[in-house]
């Protein structure tokens, strides 16, 4: 039994919506930040540098500096200064899964200056997992909303073979 073009057209129709709204409920889910997320910087412990790897960004006077490679500085300097994270519990059987999961290659090192703080701290970004491990080893979620601005756009550079 075959179905006449009219079916065929409604079935891509039905079909259509759906994944329409599908898309539009994850964006509305995951534009949402989780109700455990806390914020990492605040008014009294602001961020003031950080560097990403060989890449740094710099609270000036008036503006964010950063690295010259980095096309988006203020847009990639705020999505640090406010970023929120989720604790993940301290269980030992989320910490071992964890890290059985994580490619430790692609962990990326981030060292953070925070205003009044003499000794900075060097934690663990898994940009790809949306993790950050702190100095103190504890593991911490960032929203799926938050998770793309903290990697800055890098300048394309040509290579040249002679």
């Given at each position: 039994?075959?179905?006449?073009?009219?079916?065929?057209?409604?079935?891509?129709?039905?079909?259509?919506?759906?994944?329409?709204?599908?898309?539009?409920?994850?964006?509305?889910?995951?534009?949402?930040?989780?109700?455990?997320?806390?914020?990492?910087?605040?008014?009294?412990?602001?961020?003031?540098?950080?560097?990403?790897?060989?890449?740094?960004?710099?609270?000036?006077?008036?503006?964010?500096?950063?690295?010259?490679?980095?096309?988006?500085?203020?847009?990639?300097?705020?999505?640090?200064?406010?970023?929120?994270?989720?604790?993940?519990?301290?269980?030992?059987?989320?910490?071992?899964?964890?890290?059985?999961?994580?490619?430790?290659?692609?962990?990326?090192?981030?060292?953070?200056?925070?205003?009044?703080?003499?000794?900075?701290?060097?934690w663990q970004f898994y940009?790809?997992?949306?993790?950050?491990?702190?100095?103190?080893?504890?593991?911490?979620?960032?929203?799926?909303?938050?998770?793309?601005?903290?990697?800055?756009?890098?300048?394309?550079?040509?290579?040249?073979?002679?």
């Open positions: 039994m075959a179905l006449s073009r009219k079916k065929w057209n409604n079935i891509i129709i039905l079909a259509s919506i759906m994944m329409i709204s599908i898309l539009t409920l994850l964006d509305q889910k995951t534009a949402k930040l989780p109700d455990d997320a806390h914020p990492l910087f605040d008014d009294n412990s602001p961020l003031v540098q950080l560097q990403l790897d060989a890449l740094w960004l710099n609270k000036g006077s008036r503006a964010w500096q950063c690295h010259p490679d980095v096309l988006n500085c203020q847009f990639w300097a705020k999505a640090w200064s406010e970023i929120h994270l989720s604790a993940l519990g301290q269980g030992i059987d989320i910490l071992a899964a964890i890290d059985e999961d994580i490619d430790k290659q692609s962990a990326q090192r981030v060292v953070i200056q925070i205003a009044d703080k003499q000794q900075p701290q060097l940009p790809k997992h949306g993790l950050l491990k702190s100095p103190a080893n504890n593991w911490y979620l960032i929203p799926p909303s938050q998770r793309e601005a903290l990697s800055p756009i890098i300048k394309a550079k040509a290579v040249i073979d002679n």
